[in-house]
């Protein structure tokens, strides 16, 4: 059974960093396209990021390319969002989610979803 648990969330100012992790159990990440989603209080869950399941080809939300990176390491099974610059609108709760081999921005896509992590920010 696929499992995946999400960790690395909190409280961080305006401007600051952190890094999310997902670590998944029951099968391997190298043939899986992981993907970020986030979903703030009172709004539907929305597309962050997403990475192939080589590696190669990373995609982003506009509202946040420039500011986080997606990441995996097939080697520990783990995926990572590194968030820097944060803004109090990224605000929310954080999923990770994993999909055959390629990467997509479409949640409904998704076969495997981790239980979230919140992160705050505050101004």
């Known amino acids: 059974q696929v499992q995946l648990v999400e960790s690395g969330g909190g409280l961080v100012q305006a401007g600051g960093s952190l890094r999310l992790s997902c670590a998944v159990s029951?099968?391997?990440?190298?043939?899986?396209?992981m993907g970020w989603f986030r979903q703030a209080p009172g709004k539907e869950r929305e597309f962050v990021a997403t990475?192939?399941?080589?590696?190669?080809?990373?995609y982003y939300a506009d509202s946040v390319k420039g500011r986080f990176t997606i990441s995996k390491d097939n080697a520990k099974n783990t995926v990572y969002l590194q968030m820097n610059n944060l803004k109090p609108e990224d605000t929310a709760v954080y999923y990770c989610?994993?999909?055959?081999?390629?990467?997509?921005?479409?949640?409904?896509?998704?076969?495997?979803w981790g239980q979230g992590t919140q992160v705050t920010v505050s101004s």
């Open positions: 029951g099968r391997t990440t190298s043939s899986f396209a």
């Open positions: 990475i192939s399941w080589s590696g190669a080809g990373t």
């Open positions: 989610a994993a999909k055959e081999y390629y990467p997509s921005a479409r949640e409904y896509e998704y076969n495997y």
